[in-house]
């Protein structure tokens, strides 16, 4: 059987012969071969054109890219040829070291602590004074043996740390800030320790957000009490709350002045507790 064309004109007429041709589908049988070749035309036409519009592309890119390099390369080049800035040299200038006031003392002898121990252990220089050596001199008991002015008002003990002795014997001793129970004579609240606390209850005044968020307890607070008896360094050892220790810490620093500490019978610094209770009522 020969190959039959059905997309062939003459095909088309004979399937259509004696029948009404103005019908359409005589009309679509006919132009079927017309509209398939327009198609693959269409289709190869599309195809070549994203082709070379993917080309193109490429093309713009890879020229945009070896711009930018280029431009990369230029401003390398320019920052090469900056120079870079001198570094100015710092001339360190002395520091100036804080001058020791001298101040004229009393001749001093050592309070040596009795302790028993054998003959060769014992050291000359702090070897405990008889009373009769005491008596019979003018010097006054002191941390440490100096030799110094009989009309001078200051002991050795009573130096601040910014001062010097009036003489190359010794140097003034770091002093140590002890615990007020460990002493031999506490400071103390004038009135008594019934005074301290009533004048802090009767000076604390409630914060208004413990208040409302009921905020009760105790904030303890450590301070110190000077040679002097006032009151410094506070700070609190127990938190209740930032507002209650806040509060606490004010009316601290208006307290009185205390009976100042002693130790050996000379005023000392001490750390004091005190406790302050908040509860509402």
């Not at 040829?81 to 001198?86: C, D, F, L, M």
């Not at 320790?193 to 208040?211: G, M």
Request: neutral net charge.
């Amino acid at each position: 059987m020969s190959k039959v064309n059905l997309t062939a004109k003459d095909w088309c007429d004979l399937v259509f012969e004696g029948r009404n041709k103005e019908y359409g589908a005589y009309r679509l049988r006919a132009n079927q071969g017309r509209r398939q070749l327009r198609a693959v035309v269409w289709v190869i036409l599309a195809v070549a054109a994203i082709l070379l519009g993917a080309f193109s592309f490429q093309e713009v890119k890879n020229l945009l890219g070896s711009d930018a390099g280029d431009s990369e390369m230029e401003t390398e080049f320019a920052e090469l040829k900056k120079e870079e800035p001198k570094e100015e040299k710092k001339i360190d200038k002395p520091k100036e070291e804080p001058k020791e006031e001298i101040v004229e003392v009393k001749s001093s002898i050592q309070f040596t602590v009795p302790k028993i121990v054998d003959d060769n252990q014992v050291e000359k220089q702090k070897e405990l004074k008889t009373q009769e050596d005491v008596q019979k001199s003018k010097f006054t008991v002191a941390s440490m043996d100096i030799k110094g002015s009989d009309n001078a008002t200051k002991t050795i003990d009573d130096l601040k740390t910014d001062q010097k002795a009036g003489s190359t014997n010794t140097e003034k001793k770091k002093e140590e800030v002890q615990d007020n129970a460990m002493v031999e004579v506490p400071a103390t609240y004038p009135g008594g320790e019934q005074a301290l606390l009533a004048y802090v209850n009767s000076h604390v005044k409630y914060p208004e957000i413990a208040i409302e968020q009921e905020v009760q307890g105790v904030c303890l607070l450590r301070f110190k009490v000077d040679k002097d008896g006032s009151v410094s360094d506070v700070r609190v050892k127990k938190s209740l709350s930032k507002e209650c220790d806040a509060e606490a810490i004010r009316v601290v620093k208006t307290l009185k002045r205390f009976i100042p500490a002693k130790q050996q019978g000379h005023p000392v610094a001490v750390w004091f507790n005190l406790p302050v209770r908040f509860q509402i009522r």
